[in-house]
């Protein structure tokens, strides 16, 4: 069954940086978009970033993390990555992976939190 399996998170201060990974299985990963969502408390789950499936040179950013997150994959490894830069306490949230094969699939998610 497809599995996604989310790590990385933590606390860290303003202005710090985090590397988020996305363990997938259960599917042929290298063929399906990969994507980052996150959930701050009382708000909706928003999409951060997306990556385009086979060799991942599709991308596309939310506007509040362009040029500060970068998204990319390693087929190799059934994973997906959210390199986290420049990081604001507006950025505190669960973050999930997500992929859509037939329906949408979700990990348990990981939490950031951005803080003095």
């Known amino acids: 069954q497809v599995q996604l399996v989310e790590s990385g998170g933590g606390l860290v201060q303003p202005g710090g940086s985090l590397r988020l990974s996305c363990d997938a299985s259960g599917f042929f990963f290298t063929n399906y978009d990969m994507s980052w969502y996150r959930q701050a408390p009382g708000k909706e789950r928003e999409l951060v970033a997306n990556?385009?499936?086979?060799?991942?040179?599709?991308?596309n950013y939310a506007d509040f993390v362009k040029g500060r997150f970068t998204i990319s994959r390693d087929n190799s490894r059934y994973a997906v990555y959210l390199q986290m830069n420049n990081l604001k306490p507006d950025d505190t949230a669960v973050y999930y992976c997500?992929?859509?094969?037939?329906?949408?699939?979700w990990g348990q998610g990981t939490q950031v939190t951005v803080s003095l």
């Open positions: 990556i385009g499936s086979l060799d991942g040179s599709r991308t």
């Open positions: 997500n992929t859509i094969i037939g329906r949408p699939y």
